[in-house]
């Protein structure tokens, strides 16, 4: 962990330092007869606290069912290598997370892999496709709906229209979403009214949740299927049964956080305007994750470390992770964050832009 004030964390609502999700765990460990799962669910690791807090949770993502799993790796891969195969066509934005992209790949589904957020170039390959649809082959759109790096969001109105029109099926990722976006925090999927249109839904619990895993949101068929077929499900040790009291807890919890979403996105549109108006490069969106791109990994690395010199642990993002020539700062916001600490980081990332132009300059004069 760097020192000072953490713009690095997915800790988006300040629910793990909140003291009522903290009494929560304390009291859900308390109320258990067991710290540890001891196996995997379908072994010795299962327990009612599970089945409870699925239930809770698929009523909360406003799905039929929902499976836990330990990892919103996990979760994704497990989802994507169970349910797709040969013969499938996966077509999945470029700045999808690797956990689809190793999902997809683990599958040996044909992928096509579409311009971040280019719904035209995804109608065209859709259309593409259907001139040669292999028979039995199901098509499916895998998307983010918070991207992770770039802080933005696709259009799911246009691109389940496009799922419809193709048909294909619709897998969300939800992780920066979850808590965050949509009514009570229930996500993307909801607040547009798609959630029993997607296929399958994930929602992490180990950002805006501040616990830990994530769930599979989807149809009870899928998740009797995924409970015999996602590898990952099967030959993991479950999560200890107190856990999911804290989940449940911060669902509630969450649900609960208007004011505390309305601020998130009021204090995001601030940075984001005050670094626009200087003219930094920031991408679209009104999520908490707000990117500063500055382009060579030299910049990036210079600005993270005047920052974290200046009293803020903001951390440089390079490629692999980012395609090269993007280099950035990415700045996740918290809600326990005010307007003044904001103007303070956007007066500190601009002070970092003068140091570094200043050898530069002189360079140039000799």
Known sequence: MGEGVSFCSNDYLGLTSDARLLEAARAAVESVGRVGSTGSRLLSGNA???????????????????????????????????????????????ANHASLIDGIRLSNAEKVIYPHGDLGALEGALRGMDSRRMAGGARVIVTETTFSMDGDAPDLDALFALAGKYEAEVILDEAHSTGVRGPQGRGAAVEKGREREALGIMHACGKALGSAGAFICCSATLKSYLINHARSFIFSTAAPPYLAGQIGAAVKLARAADEKRAHLRDISTMLRGLLREVGFDIPEGDSPIVPVIVGENQAAVFYAQYLQEHGFDVRAIRPPTVPEGTSRLRLSLIANMDAALIERVAECIIEARESLQQPLSAAASR
Do not use: C, I, M, Q
């Not at 069912?65 to 077509?91: C, E, H, I, M, Q």
């Open 48 to 94: 009612t606290e599970w089945e409870e807090v699925e239930r809770e949770f698929a009523e909360f993502a406003g799905t039929e069912a929902a499976l836990y799993f330990t990892s919103g790796y996990g979760a994704n891969v497990g989802l994507l290598s169970a349910l797709l195969k040969p013969g499938d066509v996966v077509f999945s934005d470029a």
